[in-house]
């Protein structure tokens, strides 16, 4: 199975935003969390549209034997 096909098998996220400070792609949730945190609410963040491949980058990393 792809790394792709194992993602969504899992319940990974697509992103939903591409934060410019972090470098990285976040789905809903993971943006949330990782942006609550007072030291990274103000980054850069831009919405990313519906069925961007690759996925979460956080949730990626959730699963690195994936790789």
């Known amino acids: 199975m792809t790394l792709l ?3 969504q098998a899992h319940g990974s996220e697509e992103a939903a935003f591409e934060c410019n400070d972090c470098k990285t792609l976040q789905c809903v949730r993971c943006e949330v969390e ?8 103000n980054h850069d963040r831009v ?21």
């Open 5 to 7: 096909g194992r993602i």
């Open 34 to 41: 990782l942006h609550h945190q007072e030291h990274l609410r």
């Open 47 to 67: 919405p990313v549209g519906p069925g961007h491949v690759p996925y979460c980058d956080n949730c990626k990393e959730t699963y690195p034997q994936w790789e």
